[in-house]
């Protein structure tokens, strides 16, 4: 059946020409940011301190310019200014995230802050206003300091503190937020967090650092989950998933070793974390656990470095999410040839996983080393999670394109990066895949972590040396803008002024 439903939209839709395609009425457009990127405040009004403070202000040195989220775009108090961008921008929607620290100081659901709930509600109220749609992340990167010194996601008691975390959220929010998101990026907070030096808290754990982050990552998940749905959804009627970093990662060559490496690897990048929540099996992803299990043998540890889930723990986490939401950037191509591997840490993750990848030289590149534009990498990525975990539904919670900061505001290679990958979320509707939202990242320019401001994601360009932190559209923003009034991508627009103005009736 569902062969048929695909043939019969594949062959009404390619009938169109490209650009006359359209999205389907109901799906969101957005941006994205996160707390700490935008937000500053720092201290103010009652926060209590988070992971990213703590590094920032006592290992200066590991921010490429030394710089800091202190008070990067300083949203904590021009917020009036984000939503009227939002406006400008004509967005359904608007994915920020929540300061755990600026909420419950100590990050224990003890005490809360006054100040940092009355913030959430400024900015939510704000935007609902003039009829955007919240979509909110708990989690994104800032851990209270005081949760880290008790180990943070490492100790089996963090499930429960995100539980009670998520229950005040849920409490103070709610009535007005509909679409939660749990966690941001389990790799990034896992395996560059606690396995490497990447992020804060850089623990460089190798070993055992993401995989037990990972395990509490996903029970916390779980909680939050079950939490929202037997105590809060018949009330208040929303959902909740959560978003993970599907970038693509495809076979180099058509060979069962290159085909099996790809799928190792995807096992790596998102798999640990999808895998127990969306798949019929649930747990973590067989292979490479097997050959974390046997490596741990080899090396001597008494047990695998990669902990098992209880099959009641199986049970709890499977299924446990109503949509997926998908940060996608670019692609790898994986082989087992041993030309294209590289040095890794032994024990770890990518020594455990123990693959090559290869990007060709001919994709363009931005200013992160790690983002090129790929073909179809979206297609690739959305079509392949569709199939695997039977058509989910899902949202692009991130995709951006990085400039430097010195770049201007005409941003030409962002708008061929928005368009391509616009084009290729159409191509992937039209294969079946059940994605109903788009976010941006990111509405402005923002702390980007170890790069500091070197690195450049905003439709709006951010002046962090003046004292309001103006934010100017970017010649993108006006494409982004026209896109999103249209529902199609016009190859050939191109912005009659460089005037923002608000659409009536937003
Ligand atoms: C994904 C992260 O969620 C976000 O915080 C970051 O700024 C972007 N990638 C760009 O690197």
Known sequence: M??????????????????????????????????????????????GENIWDRMTHTRPEVIRDLSNGDEAADSYNNYKRDVEMMRELGLDAYRFSLSWARILPNGIANEVNKPGVEFYNN????????????????????????????????????????EDYA???????????????TFNEPREICYEGYGSTTKAPILNATDVGIYLCAKHLVLGHAR???????????????????????????????????????????????????????????????????????????QGYPRSRMPEFTEDEKEFIRGASDFFGVNHYTAYLISGDEQYKTWYPKPSLYDDADVGSYTPPEWPQSASVWLKQAPNSIYNALTHISEKYNYPLIYIT????????????????????????????????????????????????????????????????????????????????????????SRMIDPNYEPPSRTMWIDEGH
């Open 2 to 47: 569902r062969a048929i439903i695909l043939s019969v939209l594949l062959v009404s839709c390619y009938a169109l020409p490209k650009h006359e395609r359209k999205f389907p009425d109901d799906f969101l457009f957005g941006t994205a940011t996160a707390s700490y990127q935008i937000e500053g405040g720092w201290n103010a009004d009652g926060k």
């Open 123 to 162: 900015y939510i109220n704000e935007m609902l206003k003039y009829n955007i749609t919240p979509m909110v992340t708990l989690y994104h990167w800032d851990l209270p300091q005081k949760l880290q010194d008790l180990g943070g996601f490492t100790s089996p008691l963090f499930p429960e503190w995100f």
């Open 167 to 181: 229950r005040v959220v849920f409490d103070s929010f709610g009535d007005r937020v509909k679409h939660w998101i």
């Open 224 to 298: 939050a989950y079950h939490a929202y749905d037997k105590d809060f959804r018949a009330s208040q009627g929303g959902t909740c998933g959560i978003t993970i970093s599907v970038n693509w990662f495809g076979p180099l060559t058509d060979s069962d070793e290159d085909h099996l490496a790809a799928e190792i690897r995807r096992q790596a990048e998102w798999g640990l974390y999808a895998e127990p929540i969306f798949s019929e099996e649930g747990g973590f992803p067989k292979e490479l656990s097997d050959k974390v299990a046997q490596n741990s043998k080899e």
């Open 398 to 485: 991130e995709n951006g394109w990085s400039s430097h900061p010195d770049s201007g505001l005409e941003d030409d290679d962002r708008i061929t990066y928005y368009r391509a990958a616009l084009n290729n979320v159409l191509d992937t509707i039209e294969a079946g895949v059940n994605l109903k939202g788009y976010m941006a990242w990111s509405l402005m320019d923002n702390f980007e972590w170890m790069e500091g401001f070197l690195e450049r994601f905003g439709l709006y360009h951010v002046d962090f040396e003046s004292a309001e932190k103006v934010r100017t559209p970017r010649k993108s923003a006006f494409v982004y803008k026209e896109i999103i009034r």
